[in-house]
């Protein structure tokens, strides 16, 4: 069922999609913050000198650069795939991920976005209509109870006049 009419007048506002990226930039770096902590009482443990990370850091900042997009695409797509097109900031803010016909994305499609998010300068694509990794992988953020009471009601309407299995 086409749900392209009730995904656009369900779509997140601005400020929603902001919170929701406070909200998770907040915990992806506390996330690192818990995996430093988990880093250095293993060193202490198990006897090693953690200094080596410190020094591939200062050595290569472009690789530190790419293992923590790793990082970040592995978390969007990780929280987005586990639980049905949410992160923590949008189940926060009662927001979830769909496709433009109002579908659960596939995994393929969550990694897609969540790979589009590492582009440079993409926090700035939603100073237009859609970010970026909305619009490549064709999908739309929607206020979850709204979304689901409008597509729940659509549905109820399509099976009037159906026979009953």
């Known amino acids: 069922m086409d749900l392209t009419d009730i995904v656009q007048k369900n779509k997140a506002d601005k400020g929603l999609r902001f919170a929701n990226l406070l909200i998770d930039t907040i915990i992806f770096y506390c996330s ?8 250095g009482l293993s060193a202490i443990v198990l006897d090693f000198d953690p200094s080596f990370f410190v020094e591939l850091q200062n050595i290569n900042p472009f690789l530190d650069r790419l293992i923590t997009a790793f990082i ?15 992160s923590i900031g949008k189940f926060i803010t009662g927001t979830k ?19 589009c998010r590492i582009i440079p300068f993409e926090a700035f694509s939603f100073l237009g209509e859609n970010g970026w990794h909305d619009s490549i992988p064709k ?17 109820d309407v399509d099976k009037i006049g159906k026979e009953i299995e």
């Open 32 to 39: 690192f913050l818990l995996l430093g902590f988990a880093v």
């Open 72 to 86: 970040m695409v592995f978390y969007y797509f990780g929280m987005e795939t586990l639980t049905k097109g949410r």
């Open 97 to 115: 991920v769909v496709t433009l016909e109002g579908d659960l994305p596939t995994a393929n499609i969550f990694l897609k976005r969540s790979f």
């Open 139 to 155: 999908t739309a953020v929607v206020v979850k109870k709204h979304f689901d009471y409008e597509s729940n009601l659509s549905l």
